[in-house]
């Protein structure tokens, strides 16, 4: 089942989450992680807000133990607050008009 997260970065700003994509080898509006079916992120009040939708909850942890936690730490970027949800359903992209 696919599963959506949120994660709130208080007090996070847009270029430390350029400096993460940067240093795990992904570009922006380029294709994600694998297992990864969308993701967006923007800025908040209070820091950083990123919404990644994932075709299963094991992929999802699985990235963000192995690769996103590790680079964050590095970077000294404090954990997010973490929302899980089972995706009822999601759309991919329309065709061009």
């Known amino acids: 089942m696919a599963i ?5 970065f208080s ?3 847009l270029e430390d989450y350029d400096k ?3 240093r ?3 570009a922006p509006r380029g294709p994600g992680a694998a297992g990864g079916l969308f993701h967006w992120v923007a800025a ?7 919404v990644d939708v994932w075709q299963t909850r094991e992929q ?3 990235f963000y133990q192995n ?5 964050t730490a590095e970077l000294g970027i404090q954990p997010p607050e973490m929302s899980y949800f089972d995706v009822h359903n999601f759309q991919t992209a329309g065709p061009e008009a």
């Not at 908040?44 to 990123?50: H, P, Q, S």
Request: proline share 3%.
């Open 24 to 26: 795990i080898g992904l």
């Open 44 to 50: 908040t009040e209070d820091g950083a807000r990123i």
């Open 11 to 13: 007090g996070g700003k």
């Open 60 to 62: 999802a942890d699985e």
């Open 20 to 22: 993460v994509v940067e």
């Open 67 to 71: 690769t996103l936690g590790p680079v």
């Open 4 to 8: 959506a997260v949120i994660m709130d």
